[in-house]
């Protein structure tokens, strides 16, 4: 069975920076597409980053410059990272990883058939 664990939320001030992870299990079939999202309550979910089936990375401007997303390489099993720094009270939120066998083109953001259950970043100012 597919799974998602985030990990690395936590409190930080503006400024400052924090590295989540995403431990990936359970793949049979190399999944094309996958990423970073985020939430706050009471808004919708917003893409934050992406990395596509040929590697390359693609960054939602918002974060354009200050987070960075790559994965390592294993097949059946990785790990997901969003490096983020110079945080902003904005950038609260609750960040999920995500992905799906489809390439982004088809899944990105609203068809990602995977989900990790989120963890809580808070920034404050």
């Known amino acids: 069975q597919v799974r998602l664990v985030e990990s690395g939320g936590g409190s930080v001030q503006a400024g400052g920076s924090l590295r989540l992870s995403c431990a990936a299990s359970?793949?049979?079939?190399?999944?094309?597409?996958m990423g970073w999202l985020r939430q706050v309550p009471g808004k919708g979910r917003e893409a934050v980053a992406r990395i596509e089936s040929d590697g390359s990375t693609i960054y939602e401007d918002s974060v354009k410059g200050r987070f960075t997303i790559s994965r390592d390489n294993g097949k059946h099993a990785f790990t997901l990272y969003l490096q983020m720094d110079s945080l902003k009270p904005e950038d609260t939120a609750t960040y999920y990883c995500?992905?799906?066998?489809?390439?982004?083109?088809?899944?990105?953001?609203?068809?990602?058939?995977?989900w990790g259950q989120g963890t809580l970043v808070t920034v404050s100012s």
């Open positions: 359970g793949y049979t079939y190399r999944h094309h597409c």
């Open positions: 995500a992905s799906d066998y489809a390439e982004c083109v088809v899944a990105w953001p609203d068809a990602l058939s995977v």
